[in-house]
């Protein structure tokens, strides 16, 4: 009895833990090659990822493990091809969420920010932070990330918090940063500017509210305004129509009243109206539309806020200050209504911005604002993908990139939080001006005063997060990390995040570190449930990817995501998936305890033992492993690791597990060198296969691959494991070799192996036949013959047939009485069902199958002789003639077997 022997199943829960302790503990996540240690060479090409940082209070979701999934797939594999890997994990302080978070934790308590201060109020979320940022960590470990968890970093750690003052001094130096008053997205109930990835639109049911704007001149004239948000007319400054409009022409110059509040405004002609919508007249509220705004600036007209930071009406609103802006709404259209100004209402479908955090409706609203001036650096981010030193998978978003680096706004980088960088800029109260500086300042650096006060605001956490990849390691300090591994090497995320966080790196990194951060950008897509349909809490179609670890292992969820994704492309998800990969996990098990158990086989036996020849099926096994290996890394190369997983599975499932492996069960048998070199081959395969599996799975891989190694130590094949390193997660690559020339015919000839033991069984199950029964066969098998000969006991064992009276001919004088024919290829085989099936019933078999034949031979003449066969397209046609050949021959074989 050897103790090399496996369970009878695989136990992820206990192995999971186990494996990624071994892994951490043996320093595989960190680079073997590092400039932080003696021996470094600087000459050797490292393969670098930085993860993009979860939010700090971030609970895993699918879209994590997938991006963790394919980073740790693309790490695992450079670390085997034997290239140093740095893979840099690390969190995002996520501004709105955490704050969010912390208020509520407030609220809880009865207590509230405000109430706190600043400063308290910050250091009850760092306590927070130290206690509960480690979560999503934790659970990335799960699933199995070899992150150099060594060079985590926090996007508001001491050393990013440098890199951030740094960038915004040197911008606001440069002249790029600007404070000014600015049209944002503004949440009211966050109560502060929230960026365009914050806001979320859907389509709602609205009302669309049509009124009078009666002409100033007292003729009682009015130009008739439609408008979904009657509140803003307290912020209008003129109404606008299209310049060739004959019915408003007339009133182009001429100034119309707000109702209500009797301001006059001009009319203004420009051609951005559309004439067809609602009346053809727009009212213009530059305070709180964009497009609005935009035609404002054209016109020189004054821009007018009525709502404050809660979106209560402002003293901008007369009789209507501070009123809440819905409340607003109401009692301005009823007075309106009784000043005779209202025409109708009607319901509307439109658009609505909602806050992706509170859900309450955005308002588009002037605010005072920082702002950084993009266009030098979209231009040279644009030029970097442009010629080729930045490469986006897959290709077609590169046009999207175009667009938006086209036509990039500045940004407003200014929050209303507390939690987060606060404005590096001080305001002097004597002499006005603002001192920007990388050390806090005590006094004005213009006139020297100390009294200054620092912004209240904090920056957007995308700006920290721009400055990810070499922040990371380091910058602005010239660290040994960051010359050795800038620019990174692929930036693997989801699509969704190209403009607002891939697109901003590029630039950061341009602008200050003047190269890009990375060459590639591999996007992934979005995953859906199973009907395609987007994952949302509110449908309740979430899946959460812990319950599936706990459930079906890590392995099963990562290979189900892996083999799921192609680039860019959104992909289905089912839980029934992930139950079919923990098989593909069992199946694996399996293969590996058959395997192990031959190499313990051989232990017991006396040594001595040596290779013989290799065996068809041997030579077929390695021939199919080594195209396994060419296709794997050809897929590899140009990023379709989904398609690479796949072909991995059929092989190990198809070609290894269910016929190497049975075929092996016959050659063990014989015992003696032909079981010593079965057993080396099923170790050599089992070994290639982990190996290329790992990437995928690298629990069980790691696992099998453990127990192969130290049996072959232990057995009559150590020299198989001779050059093996102490881990999987640290074995060489199998690299592609150029096919030798024997492998084409070894597969030839073992499909046809495969292809006649396969037809044997169809019958056998067609007629009921007994699993345990072996049938007498005889082959005619034409220049087959030699090569069917060599693969008697291999045939017998696979068909159940009886090898005593297996008769293989090159051809035949006559046909064996009583038997059933089958044609495979060149070879007849001649099955004797005597006394297996009843004849009688045989014959009503058969007559039932040849009156269905000549049912669809009819079928097929007919068509063929109609017009179908003319107007068809030729393929087609031809694809219909084959059929009825193939149906003719099955009939003229049933008809020689009924005799
Ligand atoms: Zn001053």
């Known amino acids: 009895m050897s103790d090399h022997q496996l369970p009878k199943a695989y136990d992820f829960k206990s192995t999971e833990k186990r494996i990624y302790a071994a892994w951490e503990a043996g320093g595989f996540f960190k680079p073997w090659n590092d400039p932080r240690k003696p021996g470094f060479d600087p000459s050797v090409k490292p393969f670098v990822i930085s993860i993009p940082p979860p939010n700090v209070t971030g609970e895993l979701h699918q879209g994590h493990a997938l991006t963790v999934s394919v980073e740790d797939l693309m790490i695992r594999y450079h670390r085997m091809k034997g290239q140093p890997t740095l893979w840099v994990p690390g969190s995002d302080h996520a501004g709105i969420a955490t704050q969010l978070q912390i ?8 207590t509230s920010r405000e109430a706190l201060g600043r400063e308290e109020f910050l250091r009850r979320t760092w306590e927070w932070k130290e206690k509960y ?10 699933l199995g990330a070899s992150c150099d968890w060594d060079r985590e970093r926090f996007t508001l750690d001491e050393g990013l918090s440098k890199a951030v003052r740094e960038a915004f001094v040197t911008l606001f130096e440069k002249g790029l940063i600007y404070r000014g008053p600015r049209l944002v997205n503004w949440s009211p109930g966050l109560r502060t ?5 914050e806001v979320e639109y859907s389509s709602e049911e609205a009302k669309l509210y049509y009124f009078k704007y009666m002409l100033a001149d007292q003729s009682g004239d009015y130009i008739p305004v439609a408008t979904i948000r009657p509140e803003t007319i307290l912020g209008d400054t003129a109404v606008a129509v299209h310049p060739e409009d004959e019915r408003y022409k007339k009133f182009v110059g001429k100034k119309v009243v707000v109702p209500m509040l009797g301001r006059e405004i001009p009319v203004i002609a420009d051609d951005y109206v559309s004439r067809e919508f609602g009346t053809g007249a727009l009212k213009i509220t530059p305070g709180h539309d964009p497009n609005d705004y935009a035609i404002a600036q054209r016109h020189s007209l004054p821009v007018i806020s009525i709502l404050d930071v809660a979106a209560a009406v402002n003293e901008n609103g007369g009789p209507y200050a501070g009123m809440d802006r819905y409340d607003c709404r109401d009692k301005l259209w009823a007075d309106m209504q009784a000043a005779g100004l209202v025409i109708k209402t009607e319901p509307y479908t439109t658009t609505i911005p909602r806050s992706q955090r509170g859900g309450e409706i955005i308002e588009p609203m002037i605010s005072t604002q920082w702002f950084v001036n993009v266009k030098p650096q979209a231009e040279k981010a644009l030029a970097a993908v442009k010629n080729g030193d930045i490469h986006i998978v897959p290709e077609h978003f590169e046009k999207d990139y175009y667009h938006w680096m086209e036509n990039i706004d500045d940004w407003c980088i200014s929050r209303q939080l507390w939690w987060g960088h606060r404005i590096p800029v001080w305001y002097c109260e004597d002499c006005d001006k603002q001192t920007c500086t990388r050390e806090d300042p005590t006094h004005c650096g213009h006139c020297g005063s100390a009294n200054i006060e620092q912004d209240q605001d904090v920056l957007d956490t995308w700006f920290s997060s721009a400055l990810w990849p070499f922040s990371t390691l380091g910058w602005p300090d010239k660290t040994p990390d960051l010359k050795y591994f800038y620019p990174t090497s692929i930036m693997e995320t989801g699509y969704d995040i190209l403009f607002f966080w891939v697109a901003r790196m590029i630039m950061a990194g341009l602008e200050f570190v003047e190269d890009v951060p990375f060459h590639t950008v591999y996007l992934h897509g979005m995953i859906r449930d199973e009907h395609g349909q987007k994952m949302s809490k509110m449908k309740g179609n979430v899946v959460n990817p812990l319950e599936l670890m706990d459930e079906w292992g890590t392995d099963a969820l990562r290979f189900t995501l892996l083999v799921g994704s192609t680039p860019g492309k959104d992909m289905s998800f089912s839980t029934k998936k992930v139950e079919a990969n923990r098989n593909f996990t069992n199946k694996i098990w399996n293969a ?6 031959a190499i313990d086989a051989l232990s017991s036996e006396e040594n001595g033992r040596k290779t013989t020849d290799w065996t068809l099926a ?3 096994i390695w021939a199919r492993l080594q195209n396994l290996v060419r296709d794997v890394e050809r897929l590899f190369q140009t990023y379709q690791y989904g398609q690479a997983g796949q072909m991995i599975y059929d092989f190990f499932w198809s070609d290894f597990a269910d016929w190497y492996v049975e075929t092996a069960k016959q050659q063990l048998s014989l015992g003696g060198d032909r079981a010593y070199t079965t057993a080396q081959t099923l170790a050599r395969v089992l070994d290639i296969s982990l190996r290329l599996l790992h990437p995928f799975m690298p629990f ?10 130290k049996a072959l130590q232990a057995s009559p094949l150590a020299s198989v494991a001779k050059d093996w390193p102490v881990m999987l997660i640290v074995a060489p690559w199998p690299e592609p070799r150029d096919p030798e020339n024997w492998e084409s015919q070894a597969v030839a000839d073992f499909t046809l192996v495969q292809d006649i033991v396969r037809s044997i069984r169809n019958l056998r199950a067609e007629q009921d036949v007994k699993p345990g029964k072996k049938l007498p066969v005889v082959f005619a098998a034409s220049e087959k013959t030699a090569m069917l000969l060599g693969q008697k006991s291999v045939l017998a064992s696979l068909a159940s047939l009886d090898v005593e009276q297996l008769e293989i001919h090159a051809s035949l004088s006559a046909k064996p009485e009583n038997s059933t024919a089958l044609v495979v290829g060149p070879v007849e085989i001649y099955l ?3 006394g297996v099936v009843d004849s009688a019933e045989e014959r009503v078999r058969l007559e039932k199958d040849l009156v269905e ?34 149906y003719k021959e099955t009939a003229e074989k049933i008809k020689a077997q009924l005799g």
């Open 618 to 620: 041997d030579s077929w």
């Open 592 to 597: 590996s305890r058959f395997t192990l158990s």
């Open 193 to 197: 500017a929230v960026s365009d990835v």
């Open 103 to 110: 208020e509520k934790m407030l609220a809880r308590e009865g």
């Open 832 to 834: 004797s069902l005597a």
């Open 133 to 142: 940022g480690g979560i999503i960590t934790q659970q990335i470990r799960r």
């Open 700 to 709: 069980v891989t790691e696992e099998l691959w453990g127990h192969l190694h």
């Open 853 to 886: 034949t000549e049912s669809h031979i009819t079928r097929l003449e007919t068509l063929l002789g109609s017009d179908f066969a003319n107007k068809a397209p030729t393929a087609v046609v031809n694809k219909e003639r084959e059929k009825l050949a193939a």
